[in-house]
């Protein structure tokens, strides 16, 4: 499969919350665990229940990084950690890559100013923030 989305997770559905209009649905990725909202008609039409496979794509513009999160309280269900392997610097933004344990990476896009701020170099820990919302499913057919 080839998209646009620069991040691309396989995995197993872990569990299915049902509700009457949308579902949570977490998946055991390389990395961690990844909690989607989708649809209650479209878990069902993507055949999504404990023990599927299935997929999680995520925009990098939609990535929050956080490198000193100690103690803070976010809203956005899903959290990634990992140690920034590359930073490369655009004229507006800079793309940041996280390694994640099992050999996986998420890639963020974030103002050059943002960049700057936290201080982002490779080897340094770091973390990758994203809602929910912000994360589609997918099933092979």
């Known amino acids: 499969m080839k998209t646009s989305a620069r991040n691309q997770f396989q995995g197993?559905?872990?569990?299915?919350?049902?509700?009457?209009?949308?579902d949570e649905v977490e998946l055991e990725v390389a990395g961690g665990k990844i909690v989607a909202i989708v649809t209650h008609?479209?878990?069902?039409?993507?055949?999504?229940?404990?023990g599927a496979k299935a997929f999680a794509l995520i925009k990098s513009s939609s990535i929050i990084i956080a490198t000193d999160n100690k103690g803070a309280k976010f809203s956005?269900?899903?959290?990634?950690?990992?140690?920034?392997?590359?930073?490369?610097?655009?004229?507006v933004n800079s793309e940041v890559i996280i390694g994640l344990e099992g050999g996986a990476s998420v890639a963020a896009i974030v103002t050059n100013e943002s960049c700057k701020s936290l201080g982002l170099a490779v080897g340094m820990p770091a973390t990758a923030i994203?809602?929910?919302?912000?994360?589609?499913?997918?099933?092979?057919?």
């Not at 008609?41 to 404990?50: P, R, T």
């Not at 994203?130 to 057919?141: C, D, E, L």
């Open 41 to 50: 008609e479209s878990a069902d039409g993507l055949g999504l229940q404990v």
């Open 130 to 141: 994203f809602k929910a919302s912000s994360v589609i499913i997918g099933t092979q057919t």
């Open 76 to 91: 956005a269900r899903n959290s990634l950690n990992g140690t920034i392997s590359q930073v490369k610097s655009g004229a």
């Open 12 to 22: 197993k559905v872990t569990n299915v919350k049902q509700g009457s209009v949308n």
